[in-house]
């Protein structure tokens, strides 16, 4: 264990981060750990140990489905009204349908962004424009038909009939949200039975996201929060205002630190109390070492 540290704070060992900590940028495993210590968590649904999607019950207050004549499946979700950023306001079902609305927006992907949200969810086609089968270009409708804005905690997204059957169908209702009145300033949702949208032009705003929230979220609703990024070290503090996961937990250290480490020392690094944590080691010299080590624990 490390002793160099004090014991409410978590020091973690990995190769080298991109610096990307929103979701829609950037691949690297490394980068994905900060992502989802910051903004993961209060997805509507969770993937078990055993791979398994099931409802988020800390998120979720009350679920219902329906079918219509034409086999399209439309889950409406309830929020809990405790949900909060870690600046202390209220999470609603605006972030939630906002999150859809921007990821699937093709002002998100012109911004540099590449995400699967809104996959499968009725109406994604025309929301992003498509190109018909005579080689039409047909613009994007700035509708997205199966996302609704119910109420201020409600919400509903609709299935394509085209997908379904689909054994892992929740995985397309599967969403967690952004921060609106932040990343988006507030621009309007214009919401019917007809679907959802946004009012004003979001280009701009998009590259914004892109350039500043991308490297640096302000706002974000995960256990932690990011205080600092030097460009190899990542400071997160304990998110005051987070509920809880699927089972209720908590954060146990106030403080985790991530920094970039030698591949060739990070395991020496663990067993010198410099690190408390290097993870994915596959080499077999390094596993002897730290089985020889008394000061070293190996977990698979």
């Not at 939630?96 to 994604?124: Q, R």
């Not at 892109?210 to 503090?237: D, H, I, N, W």
């Not at 809880?244 to 954060?251: A, I, L, Q, S, V």
């Amino acid at each position: 264990m490390n002793t160099k540290t004090p014991r409410d704070t978590l020091v973690v060992g990995t190769p080298e981060m991109n610096g990307d900590f929103i979701n829609g940028f950037g691949n690297s495993s490394y980068d994905l750990s900060i992502k989802t210590l910051t903004g993961g968590y209060c997805d509507t649904y969770y993937q078990t140990p055993g791979g398994q999607l099931e409802l988020n019950k800390s998120v979720v207050k009350n679920l219902s489905t329906s079918t219509d004549s034409a086999g399209n499946k439309t889950y409406t979700f309830e929020i809990w009204n405790d949900l909060k950023w870690n600046n202390g306001f209220a999470i609603t079902a605006k972030d939630y349908v906002s999150s859809v609305l921007l990821y699937a927006s093709p002002e998100f992907a012109a911004a540099g962004s590449t995400s699967s949200l809104g996959d499968g969810i009725l109406g994604k086609m025309e929301y992003q424009g498509f190109t018909d089968d005579d080689g039409e270009e047909v613009p994007p409708s700035g509708i997205f038909k199966g996302v609704q804005l119910l109420g201020d905690y409600t919400f509903s997204l609709t299935i394509d009939a085209e997908e379904l059957p689909y054994f892992w169908e929740t995985g397309y209702v599967a969403v967690g949200p952004i921060p609106h009145s932040i990343w988006l300033l507030g621009v309007p949702i214009n919401s019917s039975p007809d679907g959802a949208g946004y009012g004003d032009g979001i280009a701009d705003l998009c590259e914004n996201i892109a350039k500043t929230e991308r490297f640096f979220p302000t706002v974000s609703c995960g256990p932690y929060k990011l205080v600092s990024y030097t460009g190899t070290v990542v400071t997160l503090q304990k998110n005051p205002h987070f509920k809880g996961n699927w089972d209720g937990k908590k954060p146990s250290f106030d403080w985790i630190v991530q920094m970039e480490v030698s591949d060739i020392t990070d395991v020496d690094m663990v067993i010198n109390g410099d690190l408390d944590l290097n993870t994915g080691n596959i080499q077999g010299s390094k596993i002897e070492a730290a089985k020889a080590s008394e000061f070293a624990r190996l977990h698979s």
